[in-house]
Nanobody
Framework: VQLQASGGGLVQAGGSLRLSCAAS????????ISWFRQAPGKEREFVAG???????LYADSVKGRFTVSRDNGKKTVYLQMNSLKPEDTAVYFC??????????????????WGQGTLVTVSS
C-alpha cells in the first residue's frame, strides 16, 4: 500500500489542524495505520494509531488532544489535532502495518510510510 500524508502547516499554540493519510494500491482494510512524528534532533516517536477494527491508541503526550480515525470507504486516516503546543512541532508521517494493537507503537513493525507533512506550532 502507498501512503500520502497532507494537512500540515503553521498554527498558533492552542490552535487545531487535521492531517490526512490517503492510501492507494492495497487492501486498506487489512492495515493498521499510525502516525509518527520526528522533531529536529530527536528520534521518531509514535503519536497515534488505529487498528483494522478501528481501535485507537495514543501516546500519553497527545491523549485528550488528538483524535485518530479512519474512513475505509475513502481509504483515508485522519489525525485531528487540537490544543496544539509548540512541542508538537515536527514532521508527521503516516505508516501502515498488519500488526495488532500491542505492536502499534513500534516503528519497526511498519513497512509502508508516507512522505511526511510538517506541522509548526508557534508560541
Amino acid at each position: 500500500v502507498q501512503l500520502q500524508a497532507s494537512g500540515g502547516g503553521l498554527v498558533q499554540a492552542g490552535g487545531s489542524l487535521r492531517l490526512s493519510c490517503a492510501a492507494s494500491g492495497g487492501p486498506f482494510r487489512n492495515y493498521a495505520i499510525s502516525w509518527f512524528r520526528q522533531a529536529p534532533g530527536k528520534e521518531r516517536e509514535f503519536v497515534a494509531g488505529v487498528t483494522r477494527s478501528t481501535t485507537p491508541l495514543y501516546a500519553d503526550s497527545v491523549k485528550g488532544r488528538f483524535t485518530v480515525s479512519r474512513d475505509n470507504g475513502k481509504k483515508t486516516v485522519y489525525l485531528q489535532m487540537n490544543s496544539l503546543k509548540p512541542e508538537d512541532t515536527a514532521v508527521y508521517f503516516c505508516a501502515a502495518s498488519t500488526v495488532v494493537l500491542s505492536g502499534l507503537r513500534t516503528s519497526d513493525h511498519y513497512n509502508s510510510w508516507g512522505q511526511g507533512t510538517l506541522v509548526t506550532v508557534s508560541s
